[in-house]
C-alpha cells in the first residue's frame, strides 16, 4: 500500500474514459488496485461489479477502496465515496475456549472504539474443548457448535455498534484469532482427527472467507481472517500474540508465555523462533480447581498476608462480596501460604502453622480462605489439598516448559533474555513476584518482566491496521520451529524436580 493509504483503506482517483480508451470499468479500477497494492491483480467481488458503471460516474471516478488480502491475492472489499464520512470498521475477535473478546475499529485511524466481552457459547456443549469435539462428531453436531458462536458474535457486534451510533454494515473486516479446535469450529469445519493420534487438522492456513459464507451480519462484502495455525496445538491465538509483541522484530532473545487453557511459549529473536506447547493452564481458571473460576465481578484475583498480624486479605473484582478465586489469586494464595510457612516445599498444608484455617472437607485437608458470613456465596471459599496439587502440578509443568525451551533448546540462560512478556487469560493481573516465589516462573530481574494482556486479540487488531502484518504471519508460520513436550524426556525428568517449592533438582 502506499504512503496516502491508511492501512487497508485508500483514496483513487481513476483514470476516466474516453473515446479511444474503451478498457472496461473493472479493468480500470483493478488498474488503480494494483498500483496501490503492488499486487499482480486484485479481486473484485460481483456485488461492487453489479452498480460500479453508475458509481463510478455519480463519483466522478474519485473512490475510497477498502482492501485486504488472502494467502494468493488482494480482494477488493468495498467501494464507497471518495468523500463518504461513514465509519469504515473492523472488528478484532479473540476467540477463547472460555471467553470471547471482540474489539472495535476504525480502520482509517485505527483507532479503538469500544471493547465487549462474552462467555464463548459453546459452553453450554461442554466446557473444554474435548468435549465439543465429540460433540461435533454426532449429526448435527458441527452445525450446532458454528450455530451457537457465529449468534454469539453477531449479538455482540450489534451491541458494539449500536454503542457508537454504527450499523453492522459499517464492518468491513473480521480479524479472529483462536486455538486450532476454536478456529476449526467457528468456521464450521470437520475437527475431529485434532484429537485423534497423529492429530492433523482439516486446515493450517484457512483462507479469508466472505463473511456471508459464515453467517456473520456484517457487511454483504466483508471479509473474515482467523489466523492461521502451526498444528494441532500450535494455534493462530499464538501467532498473533508473537506480531503483537513484536517477539519477530528482536535484536536479541525474547520470551513469551501465553498462558490460557494451555501454556504456550516462544523464544527468540529476529533470525530465529522456537515454541511449545503444554498443559499448565486447566488448574488455574474454572473447570479443575473447585475454587478456580474465570475473572468477574467478585472473584478474588488478589491474595496477601499481613506480615505482622498473620491475617489472610483478599481483593475481589469491583470489590464485590468474594465468590470464588481466578488465576491470578491463586498464585498469590500459593505464594502467600508458602511464604508464611503454611505450606511446605512439598506443596503440603503445614497444620500447626494454619492452625483455625485448615480445615477437612470429606477427609481432605482445606485452608479457609473465606468464611461463611464474609463470602458472597453463603458458602466458605476454601482451598483443598486437591486444589492445591493441581496448582502444583501446573506450575511445575510452566516452569518446566520454560526451563525446556530456553535451556535445553535454545542453549541459553534465563539471565540471556531480554524481555519476558507475560500474557492469556490471567497475564493482565498475574504478579510476578508471586509466581516467582512458588516456582512458576525463574528468578529473574522483576524489570524484565512485562504484562501484555490480551495479546491475541492485539495481534488481530494489529492484523486490521497493519497491512504488513499479514505477511509477518505467514513469514513466521514457515519459519518457526515446534518442539513437541509430549516425547521429550528431559521435560517429564525436570517436571518431577520443578513440583516442589520453589523447586529443587
Known amino acids: 500500500m502506499t504512503e496516502k493509504s491508511k492501512g487497508y483503506v485508500c483514496t483513487l482517483e481513476l483514470e476516466k474514459p474516453v473515446l479511444g480508451n474503451n478498457i472496461g470499468d473493472d479493468q480500470r479500477l483493478e488498474q488503480a488496485l494494483k498500483k496501490e497494492t503492488g499486487a499482480s491483480g486484485v479481486k473484485i467481488p460481483w456485488q461492487v461489479l453489479k452498480h460500479l458503471p453508475s458509481n463510478l460516474r455519480a463519483w466522478d471516478f474519485r473512490v475510497k477502496a477498502v482492501l485486504f488480502k488472502d494467502k494468493r491475492s488482494w480482494h477488493l472489499v468495498d467501494l464507497l465515496p471518495w468523500n463518504s464520512d461513514r465509519p469504515i470498521l473492523g472488528a478484532a475477535m479473540d476467540i477463547g475456549t472460555t471467553r470471547i473478546v471482540i474489539s472495535l475499529l476504525n480502520l482509517e485511524s485505527g483507532k479503538g472504539l469500544g471493547r465487549i466481552g462474552l462467555d464463548n457459547p459453546q459452553a453450554v456443549i461442554g466446557p473444554d474443548v474435548l468435549a465439543r469435539i465429540h460433540h461435533s462428531g454426532k449429526a448435527g453436531g458441527l452445525e450446532e457448535l458454528q450455530t451457537l458462536v457465529i449468534r454469539g458474535v453477531n449479538e455482540a457486534l450489534a451491541g458494539l455498534v449500536q454503542m457508537i451510533d454504527a450499523k453492522l454494515k459499517d464492518i468491513f473486516i473480521v480479524s479472529g484469532a483462536g486455538n486450532t479446535a476454536m478456529t476449526h469450529l467457528f468456521l464450521g469445519i470437520e475437527a475431529f482427527e485434532i484429537i485423534k493420534e497423529p492429530y492433523i487438522p482439516c486446515t493450517n492456513i484457512p483462507d479469508t472467507l466472505a463473511a456471508s459464507c459464515l453467517g456473520l451480519d456484517i457487511r454483504e462484502t466483508g471479509r473474515v481472517f482467523l489466523f492461521p495455525n502451526i498444528g494441532s496445538y500450535f494455534g493462530g491465538d499464538l501467532l498473533a500474540g508473537i506480531i503483537y509483541s513484536d517477539l519477530d522484530k528482536k535484536e536479541f532473545p525474547s520470551l513469551m508465555v501465553d498462558v490460557g487453557t494451555n501454556a504456550e511459549i516462544v523464544v527468540g529473536c529476529r533470525d530465529w523462533l522456537i515454541a511449545c506447547a503444554g498443559a499448565a493452564g ?82 481432605i485437608p482445606a485452608f479457609v480462605l473465606v468464611g461463611e458470613k464474609e463470602s458472597g456465596t453463603g458458602e466458605a471459599i476454601c482451598l483443598s489439598q486437591v486444589d492445591l496439587n493441581s496448582l502444583t502440578s501446573s506450575k ?48 529473574m530481574d522483576r524489570s524484565w518482566f512485562k504484562v501484555l494482556g490480551n495479546s491475541s486479540l492485539g495481534g488481530a487488531a494489529l492484523m486490521l491496521t497493519d497491512p504488513k502484518a499479514f505477511d509477518r504471519v505467514m513469514a513466521i508460520r514457515e519459519t518457526i520451529t515446534y518442539i513437541e513436550l509430549n516425547v521429550n524426556q528431559d521435560f517429564m525428568n525436570m517436571f518431577s524436580g520443578a513440583k516442589f517449592y520453589p523447586h529443587t533438582d
Request: proline letters at 6%; glycine letters at 12%; a negative charge.
Open 396 to 443: 511445575a509443568a510452566m516452569y518446566t516448559i520454560l526451563e525446556v525451551i530456553v535451556k535445553n533448546t535454545s542453549g541459553l540462560e534465563f539471565e540471556d533474555l531480554d524481555r519476558f512478556y507475560v500474557a492469556g487469560t490471567f497475564g493482565s493481573f498475574i504478579n510476578p513476584e508471586s509466581a516467582i516465589s512458588i516456582g512458576m516462573l525463574p528468578d
Open 282 to 363: 486447566p488448574a488455574l481458571e474454572g473447570g479443575v480447581s473447585k475454587m478456580g473460576m474465570t475473572a468477574g465481578p467478585g472473584v478474588i484475583d488478589r491474595v496477601f498476608i499481613e506480615p505482622e498480624t498473620g491475617q489472610v486479605k483478599v481483593h475481589t473484582i469491583e470489590e464485590k462480596p468474594p465468590v470464588g478465586i481466578c488465576g491470578s489469586g491463586m498464585i498469590d494464595l500459593a505464594a502467600a501460604l508458602f511464604l508464611s510457612g503454611r505450606v511446605d516445599i512439598r506443596g503440603k498444608f503445614v497444620p500447626e502453622a494454619c492452625q483455625e484455617h485448615l480445615i477437612e472437607q470429606d477427609e
